[in-house]
């Protein structure tokens, strides 16, 4: 009788060789005559590869380094990349496409460096850190002064519409309600994503990175008065706050909330001498970033236990209590502050997930996270 178990490693192994040296292969047409070392990075929450190349001359001194995608598997995602990295690029600093092959998902990208801009905040005083921050929101302002009409006319890009607002949302329902083994509501549940998406569609609508954090921004080695931006790909149109919301209430790294306040107010200064449609006041900007930032929250915790459950990467789930800690700050602030039917569809909500959602959560992760 055949072990299953013990071929399966062997065709795994097997593949990924055939496909190194498929890339292998075409990088040698790409920098014909020069010599390389490819080194491969590790992996992120996606299905894509990357790898560092590094061209040597005769000396075996590095003349340039970049990086190389291989998604074999999504060729539909590599497109998108390339049509959003075209959008983007007259705005803020994306990586400079080197070279392509679509058909066989080869990409060669401008390499930034390997500092990430949660790199740049460990050690750092709070001048430094908020002069980061700074550079990140003017950043992101600069994107979003990017006309939605040649986002939508010239480069197709969607709206992140009630069906995909929605479908994000339910990561929570499907993944993370049963990893903690709890009856859910889903009454309760309807009503609440229903507010969130009526609230959410009113928001001024702008060019929305999605994953605006501080794993996917970079210290740009050529030009360090930049920040180089990447992982672009699903870039849809939506709400002025989302992108924000993802920077100052990441998953990795944490501020205060008083911190967090005067960031939100920086920006909206900041957006307003861009010319942008913003709030009108402080406190709806504040208003629309918890709207928001439940959504986005609500879909991470899923998104981080699919991770785990489906995928094998279990190191998502150690940052799962700073998502949650930050779930319950929004609602919360939405059941005291929101508008009123806002607060009608929270309520109930949160005293659901008092009584039943956060103990199940607490007696699942207190041990090992919280």
Do not use: H
């Given at each position: 009788m055949t072990d299953k178990t013990l071929l399966e490693p062997n065709m795994i192994d097997t593949k990924l060789n055939s496909r190194l040296q498929q890339l292998e292969s075409w990088?040698?047409?790409?920098?014909?005559g020069?010599?390389?070392?490819?080194?491969?990075?590790?992996?992120?929450?996606?299905?894509?590869q990357y790898h560092r190349i590094q061209l040597s001359d005769s000396n075996d001194t590095t003349v340039a380094h970049y990086i190389v995608m291989d998604s074999a598997d999504e060729q539909d995602a590599m497109r998108q990349f390339i049509n959003v990295t075209k959008?983007?690029?007259?705005?803020?600093?994306?990586?400079?496409?080197?070279?392509?092959d679509v058909t066989k998902g080869f990409l060669v990208l401008q390499d930034f460096g390997a500092i990430e801009f949660a790199h740049l905040l460990v050690d750092a005083t709070p001048a430094q850190i908020d002069e980061h921050y700074q550079l990140a929101m003017q950043t992101l302002v600069a994107?979003?002064?990017?006309?939605?009409?040649?986002?939508?006319s010239q480069h197709q890009l969607p709206d992140y519409d009630t069906e995909l607002l929605d479908r994000?949302?339910?990561?929570?329902?499907?993944w993370f309600i049963p990893y903690i083994g709890v009856e859910f509501d889903k009454a309760l549940w309807n009503t609440l994503k229903e507010a969130l998406i009526k609230e959410i569609l009113q928001q001024p609508q702008v060019i929305v990175h999605r994953d605006y954090h501080s794993r996917n921004l970079m210290q740009d080695q050529a030009d360090r008065s930049r920040l180089g931006v990447i992982d672009f790909q699903d870039a849809v149109i939506g709400s002025y706050t989302y992108d924000l919301v993802s920077l100052l209430r990441d998953a990795y790294v944490e501020w205060p909330e008083s911190q967090v306040s005067a960031w939100i107010n920086d920006f909206w200064q900041l957006?307003?001498?861009?010319?942008l449609t913003t709030a009108d006041s402080i406190e709806q900007l504040g208003n629309d970033m918890n709207v928001i930032g439940v959504q986005r929250h609500l879909k991470v915790l899923g998104i981080f236990i699919r991770l785990s459950e489906r995928d094998g990467k279990d190191r998502y789930l150690a940052d799962i209590p700073k998502v949650m800690r930050d779930l319950m700050f929004e609602l919360e602030w939405l059941e005291a502050h929101g508008r009123p039917h806002?607060?009608?569809?929270?309520?109930?909500?949160?005293?659901?997930l008092r009584d039943n959602i956060l103990p199940a959560y607490q007696n699942k992760f207190v041990q090992q996270y919280i």
């Open positions: 990088l040698q047409q790409v920098f014909a020069q010599a390389f070392q490819l080194d491969s990075l590790p992996g992120d929450a996606s299905a894509r959008l983007m690029a007259p705005a803020i600093n994306v990586p400079t496409l080197i070279a392509q994107l979003q002064t990017v006309p939605v009409e040649t986002a939508k994000e949302m339910d990561l929570f329902s499907d957006q307003k001498q861009a010319g806002m607060q009608q569809a929270v309520a109930p909500f949160n005293e659901s």
